[in-house]
Structure formats: structure tokens, C-alpha cells
């Protein structure tokens, strides 16, 4: 399989600015968090959903021993780009086809 890059990192990156005044919405996603093993984000482009996304992820790592995961899929434009790479326990982006 050919791919363009490894999405899942096993870290996540350290946050550029501070977390101002969005405590009520951490506090929700952090309660749907537990709920759910996938959660999603959802609203309109630049609003911080990624930002409050690691923000969460940060205060949740202790819950979760395997590890927290950023898996950034900007990279993908089609659904079938992304796939499981079993062998290294990673998610991939194909390479677009020539």
C-alpha cells in the first residue's frame, strides 16, 4: 500500500495560545466523551472546534491508557482515502491515484 503520510501521531501537539472562556462547552464534550468512543465535532470553519477538540483530549488522557490520538484527515478528500493500516496500528491517507 502506498500512502502520503501517517495521521494517527500518538501525541498532540502542544497548543499555540491558552483555552479562554469555552469551559461550559469542555465540560459537555468531555461528559459525551465518556458516553461514546467516537465523538464529533461539528460547525462552521475557523468557530475552534479543533482547538476545543485538544483541549478535551489533554484533560481526558488520563481516562484513556491506551493513549489519545489526533487524527487529522485534512488530507483526505474522498472517504475511501482513509484506511486502517493493521501491520503498524495506524491510520493512513492513500496516495491519489496517478
Do not use: N
Request: no cysteine; aromatic share 8%.
Amino acid at each position: 500500500m502506498t500512502s502520503t503520510s501517517v495521521v494517527a501521531t500518538g501525541t498532540l501537539p502542544a497548543p499555540f495560545t491558552s483555552f479562554v472562556a469555552r469551559q461550559r462547552e469542555k465540560g459537555e464534550v468531555r461528559r459525551l466523551l465518556g458516553t461514546t468512543r467516537l465523538l464529533t465535532l461539528t460547525g462552521t470553519g475557523g468557530v475552534g472546534k479543533t482547538r476545543l477538540a485538544l483541549e478535551v483530549a489533554a484533560a481526558s488522557a488520563k481516562a484513556f491508557p491506551g493513549g489519545v490520538w489526533l487524527v487529522d484527515l485534512t488530507p483526505a478528500r474522498e472517504p475511501s482515502a482513509v484506511v486502517w493500516w493493521p501491520p503498524r496500528w495506524e491510520w493512513r491517507i492513500k496516495a491519489p491515484s496517478p
